[in-house]
């Protein structure tokens, strides 16, 4: 468990996936900044089964323990480096209230702090100014303009890409130095 002041990030188990079918399946939830996803439990399950190393997957969890939403971080392999990089929703009743920029910080902190990795990136719409605006606040910089890089709802939309360095990120800024490696 990554323990936040008011949310935490819980490995996802296989009892969370009927709920998080129901969230990827919804496009409210993923919003009009993400293109829309048709999942059965069945795909949900195997991909769970399967594991990776090269990801994590976690469900943002309030204090009381209620399920708000999910983050997970994943590889881009290139053949001269491995790129981490960072995807997140929240439910939408539990927007705009600091959770994301919090669950955020906490994974940036988790993985710097357990993975030998120089930089850390996310990509988001460039219409998606709310997401951009947490990425601003956690401390990631943008490095540019992603041209048609989503096909989502039949067209090719852009993306801004951000990143963090080790050497910026510096030390951790919720999480302690205790965190369990993984
Ligand atoms: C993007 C997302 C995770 C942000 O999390 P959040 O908890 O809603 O954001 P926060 O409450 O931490 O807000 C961060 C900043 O954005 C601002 N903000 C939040 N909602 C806003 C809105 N609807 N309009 C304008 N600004 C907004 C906040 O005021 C805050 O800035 P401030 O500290 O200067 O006041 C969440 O909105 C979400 O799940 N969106 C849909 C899915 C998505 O876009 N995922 C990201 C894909 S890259």
């Known amino acids: ?88 929703f929240l439910v939408p009743s539990e927007r705009g209230k600091g959770y994301g920029t919090e669950a955020l910080g906490i994974m940036v902190d988790y993985l710097f702090l357990s993975k030998d990795v120089m930089r850390i990136q996310v990509q988001t719409d460039v219409r998606n100014v709310v997401s951009q605006k947490v990425i601003e606040k956690v401390g990631f910089r943008r490095e540019g303009t992603l041209r048609k890089n989503f096909f989502m709802r039949g067209e090719w939309v852009d993306a801004c890409i951000y990143s963090i360095l080790r050497e910026e990120w510096k030390e951790p800024r919720i999480l302690t130095k205790k965190v369990p490696a993984k």
């Open 1 to 88: 468990m990554l323990e936040g002041k008011t949310v935490n990030l819980r490995i996802m188990e296989k009892e969370d996936l009927p709920l998080f079918v129901e969230w990827i399946n919804n496009p409210e939830v993923l919003s009009e900044y993400n293109p829309p996803r048709q999942m059965s439990r069945t795909e949900a399950e195997r991909h769970h089964e399967k594991g990776n190393s090269e990801e994590g997957e976690f469900i943002i969890e309030k204090k009381d323990g209620s399920k708000i939403g999910y983050i997970c971080h994943f590889t881009l392999v290139h053949p001269a480096g491995k790129h981490l990089e960072i995807g997140y």
